[in-house]
């Protein structure tokens, strides 16, 4: 489906400019409008990491007027696998501010806003009224409702994306022209059942792919060229080198979105059964290194996948997936002559899993708050985190 174009084009493209995007000039399709309406767009991408930093660098060197950057993390080692956006000098600085950076070495032609902020019900109507177009590069369900409901109650198109591992997913959602997420996605799925890029990983080459999948998407808005993904799902297998797309409708049922809401508490990042029990039954790192150094007693479950255990892990844990929780296969496996002690990265899947073990009646087991994270940070930092 052809859209008109979102952006009027700007009075003049200056010599400096005509000299710059030259390649886009000769393209019958682009030429000197749509060029001109590049110039005047403003386009808001939220999140400066794996997505955010392929479509940032694209879309400044493609012209586009003025970019918008929300993001309230800094640059972390572990970032430069795949956030090409920052380099090894950015580490520990403002995400935002380091993608400002790049976009001026890039293109200093381009005007860049930066909002160090997390996103939020509170601020999001704000941030998002001034700009034409939202490209969503955020890696987690209440952020990616919070800024479907925000550009439908603005009447905003959004461009977002979707990465983990070796598959990517992409799709422009525009009330006024075809579905939101929520039709894609009316419910989040349960919690922990999906796994973060931290928890899951992701193939660093493929932000790039889908990254400028959704950069693409942005100037067909802008210019009002080709056909948009506009009720199309785009889904990229990179390890079977295939791209396919499945239609989406709107689903008259689904209720009408008339205001923002508690997008944390909608989603939820562990299930009620994990908060209550890892009420009282939580202990610390240092609470951990205490226990062994007086040789209490107790059996230590790592509930990661096999691969996170290699890279690194508490002393003498024993490997159990949280998913054998999840299916009751771990139960067997557990000592009943010890105090169970469960954990993971940084304590969701722990929760989960103590939930499961405390329902089958080992009552004193717990989890350690903060993970393999915390026990790197403040008891061996000289091992590897990630």
Known sequence: MSLPPLVEPADELTVEEVRRYSRHLIIPDVGMIGQKRLKNAKVLCVGAGGLGSPALLYLAAAGVGTLGIVDDDVVDESNLQRQV???????????????????AEINPLVTVNIHQVRLDSSNVLDIFRD?????????????????????????????????????GQASVFWEEYGPNYRH??????????????????????????????????????ITGIGEPLVGRLMIYDALEMEYRTVKVR?????????????????????????????KDSTISVKDLKEWMDAGKEFELIDVREPNEFEIVS?????????????????????PKDK????????????????AVTKNAGFADAVHVGGGVTAWVSQIEPDKPSY
């Open 85 to 103: 956006i920052h380099g090894q000098s950015d580490i520990g600085k403002s995400k935002a501010l380091s993608a400002k950076e790049s976009v």
């Open 131 to 167: 700009y034409d177009l939202i490209v969503d590069g955020t890696d987690n369900f209440a952020t990616r409702y919070l800024v479907n409901d925000a550009a439908v109650l603005l009447g905003k198109p959004y461009v977002w994306g979707s990465i983990y591992r070796f598959e």
């Open 184 to 221: 894609l996605y009316p419910e989040p799925p349960p919690p922990g059942m999906v796994p973060s890029c931290a928890e899951g990983g992701v193939l660093g080459v493929l932000c790039a792919s889908i990254g400028s999948i959704m950069v693409n998407e942005a100037i067909k808005l």
């Open 250 to 278: 709107r689903d008259p049922n689904a209720p009408e979105i008339t205001e923002l809401i508690d997008y944390d508490a909608f989603c939820g990042s562990v299930s009620e059964e994990a908060i209550d029990a890892i």
């Open 314 to 334: 508490i002393p003498g844990a024993t490997l159990i997936p949280k998913g054998e929780f999840l299916n009751g296969s771990a139960l067997e496996k557990l």
């Open 339 to 354: 105090q169970i002690v469960i954990y993971c990265k940084s304590g969701g899947r722990s929760a989960e899993a103590l």
